[in-house]
């Protein structure tokens, strides 16, 4: 079945760009009823929404990251990717990628990679 | 963008039933858009638990359901069980923002 895994640094420096990766496996990203997207959740807060794209390369993000987020994809290797710049210690979080659908959910989730930003 | 809002804990006792709140407004579950709920067990990713409002996907238990009157939301755990133990979040669209997803605050659930 589809399976998500992230991949990229677990320590970012304040000030530098987070960078992640989620490859696809089991299933193509080129998919006319799916999203693909990114979310977080902080040490001792809730989940938190980043963003998310079409593999045509249509893209939302959340508001309060705008400016600092960009996803892209690569089709070729089945894989859709997160870049956020300019990093503080409140980015530090599990960033999760994920299958999101046309009916608004999130029905497969990869795992979780932990990101921290710290000097 | 628009928040909806979760107790922060509900408990009960195994065999128990408990309920968890979703509250929103008017430019997400009070304009028609359906409420996702979702289940966070510690280290683990999250599970779509509902979709749809009312809807399990293959293999979710049928002691959860949920269900969905105005501007709010709610899920239902029935016979719960310690493996319940967990953190659980509404999920829903922002009409305000275009493609946009929103989470609930989510709500610890303890089993006494």
Redesign the interface.
Known sequence: QLQLQQSGPGLVKPSETLSLTCTVSGGSIISTTHYW?W?R?PPGK????IG?MYHGG?T?Y???LRGRVALSVDTSKNQFSLSLSSVTAADTAVY?C?R?TV?????V????ITVTVSS | ?SVLTQPPSVSGAPGQRVTISCTGGSPDIGAG??V?W?Q?LPG?????LI??NNNR?SGVPDRFSGSKSGTSASLAITGLQAEDEA?Y?C???DSS??????????TKVTVL
Not at chain 1, 46 to 49: A, I, N, S, V
Not at chain 1, 103 to 107: G, N, S
């Open positions: 997207g979310i959740r809730g989940l938190e929404w998310l249509s939302y959340n508001p309060s999760y994920a999101d009916a608004y959910y999130m029905d989730w990869g795992k979780g | 963008q858009y359906n996702h979702y966070h683990a990713a999250p599970k779509l979709y749809g996907p953190d979040y999920q829903s669209h923002l275009i493609g946009s997803r929103v989470f609930g605050t989510g």
